[in-house]
């Protein structure tokens, strides 16, 4: 068995898990990173792309919301070039209690958050798809952040300054030795090998799976699954964050995204973070709720649905816990379970990630007796891909790409034409990047991710892959079938209408005219899609949060 030794191993490559390694490797640790997958394959890549102001929480969890406004300074800061500054508004449509706008404004002043209260004519002005029945609209600054993005560029920070991130690298074991936990046993997906990383310090920040690593070692790690269903419609019907003025409820949030406006979210206890649905009920409820903030939203074209699980943490001990705040936990194994060798950060949110990256890498200094500041706070993260093209401030705008295939006459060069996405783009996630399969292409650069998802760009990506690595015919035909199909898996909840139409032109692409389901090689390979379970309930069950 292959072995590699570090000061501090972090398992987990969301957000907080890239944050950790990324704060650990500025301070001067010789740090490892492992995700299963490709980095943000979970929950990361996995929610609606919301850069929070706080708002949300401002009634229902001050402190959270206090935090949330903290971190969007400091992210507008370091990462300008993967947020979009759409601000937000949260407004009283019919159904809301008309009660709630006071207390709301009361509370943001409370917490912090920036808070206007706008004309109704102002707010229809500059967003004219908006209910015109809405009574009250309070401006908040909101944004909207490319998570996938943002994660590589943290990553990217981290291995600057000597990490290492080793992706699909899947967490089969933790090494206990009697009371000290010393590492984790991998298997190397690509390689199809084992690989034992022996550390002074293991992390665990695997979000919703914390507790099946925790439990590897027979260390009891509470994590509650929640899933979320989110919508995206196939057009940016707003510019702006949307929310509606009441408490957090299911459907009550629509963030424009790059091309497409994401409607979520649903909560339902789900017991396994990899095998769910996407119900029938979700997909109408989502429906249902956009059409009270935007009129005509459900009958628009529908491009995809996802969904993500949120760690939700749920102590069942008494001692030591270490509660960093009601929205993240950090829990120190020593002091709570009799181990050392192991901390596990949990919950929390993508805004605060580095906040929760910051305070766990402090307990690390405790635990090694130094004194190392974090400067993550100031680290201004490197440009990665096709994110070089900002407005004067910094931030990303919708028609950047566009600026770019102007201003270098790059029109017959892509390769997908939905997201503007060029040959250059591709080569640099293939070459660079190291993508393994045409899903971390498509996180990478946005491939197959518009109104075609992927009907006109896979069968593209397929040949430079297939030229580039000089791979045999085979393993280029199943990374064509595994993409495939996960695009397939996004599209079936919502298949109905213009989008039905396309993936049948899709499935005449590529199933008639290019055989794929025929070419050689197997059906599919380990890196491939897990796919959602079968979408059965048509009403809401008592598990679901409504």
């Known amino acids: ?290 059409d009270k903030i935007v009129p005509g939203f459900s009958q628009m074209r529908m491009l995809r649905a996802w969904g993500g699980v949120r760690p939700l943490y749920q102590e069942t001990k008494v001692a030591d816990t270490r509660d960093v705040t009601r929205a993240y936990t950090l829990l120190d194994h020593e002091t709570r379970d009799g181990v050392t060798g192991m901390i596990t950060i949990t919950g929390g949110k993508w805004t605060t990630y580095r906040q929760m990256a910051e305070v766990t890498v402090n307990r690390v200094c405790e635990k090694f007796g130094v004194e190392r500041p974090t400067r993550t706070h100031e680290e201004v993260l490197p440009h990665l891909f096709s994110s070089g093209h900002e407005d004067p401030k910094g931030y990303h705008y919708l028609g950047s790409r566009l600026t770019r295939a102007e201003t270098n006459k790059e029109y017959g060069n892509f390769i997908c034409e939905c997201e503007l996405a060029t040959r250059e783009d591709v080569e640099a996630s293939i070459i660079e990047g190291d993508a393994k399969t045409f899903d971390d292409v498509r996180r990478d650069v946005r491939l197959g991710m518009g109104p075609c998802q992927g009907g006109f760009c896979t069968y593209r990506v397929t040949g430079m892959l297939h030229d580039l690595r000089q791979q045999p015919i085979e393993q280029t035909n199943v990374a064509l079938r595994d993409f495939l199909q996960e695009r397939w898996k996004g599209v079936l909840p919502i298949l109905w209408g213009s989008q039905l139409k396309q993936q049948r032109l899709d499935e005449l692409i590529y199933m008639s005219v290019l055989n794929a389901d025929h070419l050689p090689g197997e059906t599919a390979s380990r890196l491939g899609p897990a796919m959602y379970e079968p979408g059965t309930e048509e009403e809401v069950p008592a598990t679901a949060h409504v």
């Open 1 to 290: 068995m292959r072995k590699l030794e570090t000061e501090v191993l972090v398992i987990g490559g969301g957000a907080t898990g890239a944050g950790v390694v990324q704060d650990a490797a500025l301070r001067g640790f010789k740090s490892i990173l492992v995700e299963k997958r490709d980095l943000t394959h979970g929950t990361t890549g996995r929610y609606h792309g919301l850069l929070h102001s706080g708002g949300r929480y401002v009634t229902k969890d001050p402190k959270a919301a206090t935090e949330c406004i903290e971190e969007n300074i400091i992210l507008r800061r370091i990462m300008p070039h993967c947020l979009e500054d759409t601000g937000g508004f949260f407004v009283t449509t019919p159904w809301d209690d008309p009660d709630y706008a006071d207390l709301f404004a009361e509370n943001c002043a409370k917490a912090s958050v920036p808070c206007e209260e706008i004309s109704i004519s102002q707010m229809l002005k500059e967003e004219p798809h908006l209910n015109p029945d809405i009574s009250r609209c309070f401006r908040v600054p909101d944004g909207s952040a490319d998570s996938f993005l943002a994660t590589q560029c943290v990553a990217e920070s981290a291995r600057q300054h000597g990490a290492q991130i080793l992706n699909y690298h899947e967490v089969l074991r933790l090494i206990r030795n009697g009371d000290q936990i010393v590492g984790a046993v991998c298997h190397d997906l690509v390689k199809d090998e084992e690989v034992a990383i022996y550390a002074d310090l293991v992390i665990n920040a695997a979000g919703a799976w914390a507790g099946r690593i925790a439990g590897t070692a027979d260390i009891e790690v509470n994590v509650r699954a929640g899933k979320g269903t989110m919508v995206a419609a196939a057009y940016r019907i707003i510019n702006t964050v949307v929310n509606r003025c009441k408490m957090p409820a299911d459907g009550d949030i629509i963030v424009p995204i790059h091309t497409v406006s994401v409607i979520g979210t649903t909560d339902v206890d789900v017991p396994d973070p990899e095998k769910f649905a996407i119900e029938p009920w979700e997909v109408k409820l989502m429906l249902q709720e956009a």
